[in-house]
């Protein structure tokens, strides 16, 4: 049998194994279930790529990204390896080449994506091609607590036990919770031969900055940097081009990509990032982690990654050589607020939830540090004693300070105004403005009026972003972007702990020259959240959304926020047929609820007769049973009173037409007393 050291060296060109490379190479020669977690760089395709060599027979790879698929074959075909894999973005040519080598039973190494598990024929299939081992790289897709779950692997270990070989899995990151979903999801419960190597990557450097003019920070960080490759992450698709596209004025040799892009212009990005020097790739997180890329000396974040576990997988594609690399993440109360909305409006369960949370707060932890990231970084994924020097405040420690007074009169504002509104408003009441929307609340007479006007509005803008950095505050979901004090707020706010808080940040804290806003800040999450509902029914009713309500009639429901119909009625723009079409629909987006109104009282919405209506209403509820409440029940139908609304009658006679005799001995005279008042 070829020796290990042997195939290191003639096929993959190197000399010596990396650290924990030979003992799991090893373990898969051995045949024996494997679950290796190694750092991203270390070398883990190795380890399943050099067995395969040694043995006879097929070794199937499951890999979720194409790219990782592509790149990993590539590599391996020009070492000589006879090495396939069968993608979406396969031609047809290529696919029947590869069925045809199958056959034959030429090749060595077949790389599969885990949604093609869910052909019965390829899985008949692979029962023919004499597969003797089975690898599942980037493992921590199986955990549905991880960052990047894919239902597709949670049928790999059904395929384990139809196959009946050794599985062997693989995976950068994954924290103590996911390594145990991994094992009971892939070997059934029974613990593989597991390898921690470790998570850190020395030659890394973190930096984090808060955004001031993220357009510009970017500009710079990247000019600076002139020729090397690297990867800018977005948080949206429409970012990545218009960002690659400023970035190609300037004079950059850039390219944009995302999910939404057609596959073969996909195909082409990931071709000249592998090839061309110096390329810069501008992209949502739909890139990277299928390019095996050594020489990336930067990955910069324009947006906040959603997890600690994210963002390590993502910078983890920069310095795989070992040589020195940098990231530079940039991140404000924008993104915290995307990233705790994302999470609560999505569908996963409470508990998946909170677990999300919980990885994000790790993330803001990280990111509002007040020592040495890279310590803070991997003592969350269990590794201490961590050596740095080699992070932006490892080389300059932050200034801090006491920040409990601060923010303990923002935990006070806050629960004063039944933790009902943003960060906008609130300040406004530390810094004692009188604006409308103070003194229509009755907020100018709260204690807490006033009270921070020690701090400019940017300041006590960062301080709220470390707030909710340190998750002593989050948006609420139900109420678009009011905040809600968290539970470990409370001992702060009761004066039995102190917080510290860094004071460079908020030294630094400037102005921002933003487009104007249509509504202000507070109402900015309301009116997002009301033309999701505008596109979802547009959508349903194939017509454009201006058509259900244009933006400005959006804008005024919610700097208004009508509780009712009535008031709904009011908004410019909602016509009779509209309210009666989409009235509740936005009604609920606006106060989570629906009003329920009888047909007929629904049309009088908005005018002075539905308001006589509710009066009459009221009052015939007093007068079920009569004065005294002795008699027997008697009530008016709905027409009926809407009748008396309309009409309006201003005698007893002219009242027994449109109620009949009993009921206007009943409610006459109270009826008519109602509309004598209202006129």
């Not at 290990?4 to 898969?28: H, S, W, Y």
């Not at 395969?52 to 020009?78: E, F, H, Y």
């Not at 598990?117 to 081992?133: D, E, G, K």
């Not at 955990?143 to 049928?155: A, E, I, K, N, V």
Request: hydrophobic residues 40%; contains cysteine.
């Amino acid at each position: 049998m070829t020796e290990p050291k042997t195939l290191l060296r003639d096929i993959f060109g190197f000399d010596e194994f990396r650290p924990g490379q030979r003992e799991i190479i090893d373990a898969v020669v051995q045949g024996k279930n494997v679950l290796a977690i190694m750092p991203t760089g270390g070398g883990k395709s190795l380890c399943f790529q050099l067995p395969a060599l040694l043995g006879k027979g097929l070794t199937l790879v499951i890999s979720p990204l194409i790219a990782l698929m592509r790149d990993q074959v590539r590599g391996l075909q020009a070492a000589g390896v006879a090495a396939g894999a069968i993608t979406s973005a396969n031609t047809e040519d290529e696919t029947d080449k590869i069925f045809s080598e199958l056959n034959a039973g030429k090749l060595r190494i077949l790389y599969l994506a885990p949604e093609r598990l869910a052909s019965t024929a390829m899985l008949s299939s692979l029962h023919r091609y004499n597969v003797v081992s089975l690898v599942v790289d980037e493992a921590h897709c199986v955990s549905q607590w991880g960052h990047d779950f894919r239902p597709d692997y949670l049928r790999i270990g059904e395929l384990r036990r139809s196959l009946d070989v050794p599985l062997a899995a693989f995976t950068a990151t994954a924290d103590e919770e996911t390594r145990q979903e991994i094992i009971e999801r892939l070997f059934d419960g029974t613990a593989p031969s597991s390898f921690l190597h470790g998570f850190d990557r020395p030659n890394i450097h973190f930096r984090f900055v808060i955004k001031d003019n993220p357009r510009r920070q970017i500009m710079e960080f990247v000019n600076q940097r002139k020729g090397q490759p690297g990867i800018i992450y977005c948080g949206t698709r429409a970012k990545t081009e218009t960002l690659a596209k400023a970035l190609r004025e300037v004079g950059h040799s850039t390219c944009h990509y995302h999910g939404g892009m057609p596959s073969e212009d996909r195909r082409v990005v990931e071709n000249r990032f592998s090839v061309e020097d110096g390329l810069i790739v501008v992209a949502t997180v739909a890139f990277g982690m299928g390019i095996d890329k050594p020489d990336i000396r930067w990955v910069a974040h324009a947006d906040l990654p959603k997890s600690i576990e994210s963002f390590y997988q993502e910078v983890g594609r920069a310095g795989r050589d070992g040589i020195p690399a940098e990231t530079y993440t940039l991140y404000g109360a924008d993104d915290i607020r995307l990233r705790r909305s994302q999470i609560d409006e999505g569908l996963a369960s409470t508990e998946r939830k909170s677990a999300d949370h919980g990885r994000l707060n790790a993330l803001l932890g990280l990111a509002e540090a007040l020592t040495c990231r890279r310590r803070t970084l991997l003592e969350y994924f269990g590794e201490s004693n961590i050596e740095c020097e080699n992070c932006d405040l490892c080389e300059t420690p932050p200034e801090t300070f006491d920040a409990t007074q601060p923010v303990r009169k923002a935990l006070s504002a806050i629960l004063r105004t039944g933790e009902y509104f943003g960060v906008g408003h609130l300040i406004d009441i530390l810094l004692g403005i009188e604006t409308d929307k103070v003194l229509s609340h009755g907020h100018q007479s709260l204690p807490t009026f006033g009270v921070g006007k020690d701090l400019s509005r940017v300041k006590w803008q960062a301080i709220f972003r470390q707030m909710m950095g340190h998750d002593l505050v989050r948006p609420d979901p139900e109420r678009h972007g009011a905040l809600k004090i968290m539970e470990n707020a409370l001992e702060i706010l009761s004066d039995k702990k102190n917080i510290t808080l860094r004071m460079d940040t908020i030294k630094s804290a400037k102005s921002s020259h933003r487009i104007k806003m249509l509504v202000s800040e507070e109402d900015a999450p309301l009116l997002s959240a009301l033309k999701a509902k505008r596109r979802g029914l547009a959508e349903t009713a194939g017509v454009p959304a201006y058509i259900i309500f244009n933006d400005k009639t959006l804008i005024e429901m919610a700097q208004k926020r009508p509780i009712n119909l009535d008031e709904m009625a009011h908004i410019n723009g909602v016509g009779a047929k509209k309210l009666e079409n989409f009235g509740n629909l936005f009604l609920e987006v606006i106060n989570g609820e629906v009003e329920t109104l009888h047909p007929s009282r629904r049309k009088l919405a908005g005018n002075k007769e539905g308001i006589l209506y509710d009066l009459l209403l009221g009052a015939q509820n007093k007068l079920l049973r009569g004065e005294k409440g002795l008699d027997k029940p008697l009530s008016c139908s709905t027409s009926l009173l809407v009748k008396v609304a309309q009409r309006k009658p201003y005698s007893i006679e002219e009242m027994s037409q449109i109620l009949g005799e009993r009921r206007t001995e009943r409610f006459g005279t109270t009826f008519l007393d109602i509309l004598t008042q209202a006129d």
